[in-house]
Nanobody, 114 residues
Framework: QVQLVESGGGLVRPGGSLRLSCAAS????????MSWYRQAPGKERELVAR??????ALADSVKGRFIVSRDYDKNTVALKMNSLQPDDTAVYYC?????????WGQGTQVTVSS
């Protein structure tokens, strides 16, 4: 059974930081491209960050503020979010894909508000 379990969301003030983590099980982790998506109320889900075995990519809106990384020993992928702004408020989802297979986590809420 494949599971992607996110953690680390919460309420933070503008300018603050959070670190999200996604623990993957039931997949051959090293083969999968891992991504973080987010969906704000009334908006479409959007790609925030993606990390493969040899590349990383970030959406323009988060470049310079967010860092994505993965740990092959722990089968986890992390999203370190700095200088958070109210526009970053959303549910953040972990995503895994390989050879046509796609898996999603249940999401974790991030709220940026004073």
């Amino acid at each position: 059974q494949v599971q992607l379990v996110e953690s680390g969301g919460g309420l933070v003030r503008p300018g603050g930081s959070l670190r999200l983590s996604c623990a993957a099980s039931g997949i051959t982790f090293r083969l999968y491209a891992m991504s973080w998506y987010r969906q704000a109320p009334g908006k479409e889900r959007e790609l925030v960050a993606r990390v493969t075995s040899d590349t990383t990519a970030l959406a323009d809106s988060v470049k310079g503020r967010f860092i994505v990384s993965r740990d092959y020993d722990k089968n986890t992928v992390a999203l370190k979010m700095n200088s958070l702004q109210p526009d970053d408020t959303a549910v953040y989802y972990c995503h895994a894909t390989h050879a046509g297979r796609v898996y999603w986590g249940q999401g974790t809420q991030v709220t940026v508000s004073s």
